[in-house]
């Protein structure tokens, strides 16, 4: 059993910066690979990043990539989303997920263990 609670969100205006956190109960946090999703208003949640147990290998979807950043810190149960270049289409609420089957990281179904969600605002 893995709970995940997202801290960080908030408003901010475009080309403005937040980071997101997602902090792990359970001494397993580094068996799972990790995941961020996002879902915006009226819209289905897509995902956003992941990566692997170590931190070595980082998966981004296209929309996010060269502005998002995925880390982890193990010994602090905790995964971040540092999001630069914040653009109003950004705006959604964004959840972390817990990984056990290293694959299937970019469909919900891939993950077992879901955050409460954070949102974040970009205003224009």
């Known amino acids: 059993q893995v709970q995940l609670v997202e801290s960080g969100g908030g408003l901010v205006q475009a080309g403005g910066s937040l980071r997101l956190s997602c902090a792990a109960s359970?001494?397993?946090?580094?068996?799972?690979?990790m995941g961020w999703f996002r879902q915006a208003p009226g819209k289905e949640r897509e995902f956003v990043a992941a990566?692997?147990?170590?931190?070595?290998?980082?998966l981004y979807a296209d929309s996010v990539k060269g502005r998002f950043t995925i880390s982890r810190d193990n010994a602090k149960n905790t995964v971040y989303l540092r999001m630069n270049s914040l653009k109003p289409e950004d705006t959604a609420v964004y959840y972390c997920?817990?990984?056990?089957?290293?694959?299937?990281?970019?469909?919900?179904?891939?993950?077992?263990?879901w955050g409460q969600g954070t949102p974040v605002t970009v205003s224009s």
């Open positions: 997920a817990a990984n056990s089957r290293q694959r299937d990281l970019v469909k919900e179904s891939g993950y077992d263990y």
């Open positions: 359970g001494r397993t946090f580094s068996s799972y690979y």
């Open positions: 990566i692997s147990w170590g931190g070595s290998f980082t």
